[in-house]
């Protein structure tokens, strides 16, 4: 599976942003799906996650209530809505595939997309 992800781009706080990640291959629908981020010197962190039907989400507690995950596998594509945007999210975001264990532990996922940058200015 490659992913391909995309949308990123510069915003002001308070904006909304849609990241897509479009994957290859057959078996995306049948793998639970997520996006990390990392800010400049931090470490890589869970932002979301979604289960391959769609039916269990989970989100870091930073960002419940203003991102929204969610998956269209008739398109192998997977989406991370995010309103009301602080200059805190600004990051490199990271798209996911295939988890193998923790969904908020990097080290259980399989496949991982290049990468597009989010930058919130205040």
């Known amino acids: 599976v490659q992913l391909q992800a995309s949308g990123g781009g510069l915003v002001q706080a308070g904006d909304s942003l849609r990241l897509s990640c479009k994957a290859s291959g057959r078996a995306f629908s049948s793998y639970s799906v997520g996006w990390f981020r990392q800010a400049p010197g931090k470490e890589r962190e869970f932002v979301a996650a979604?289960?391959?039907?769609?039916?269990?989400?989970n989100y870091e507690d930073s960002v419940k209530d203003r991102f929204t995950i969610s998956r269209d596998n008739a398109k192998n594509t997977v989406y991370l809505q995010m309103n009301s945007l602080k200059p805190e999210d600004t990051a490199v975001y990271y798209c996911?595939?295939?988890?193998?264990?923790?969904?908020?532990?990097?080290?259980?996922?399989?496949?991982w997309g290049q990468g597009t940058l989010v930058t919130v200015s205040s």
């Open positions: 979604i289960s391959w039907v769609a039916t269990n989400a």
């Open positions: 996911v595939a295939q988890n193998n264990g923790k969904r908020t532990e990097s080290r259980s996922w399989g496949y």
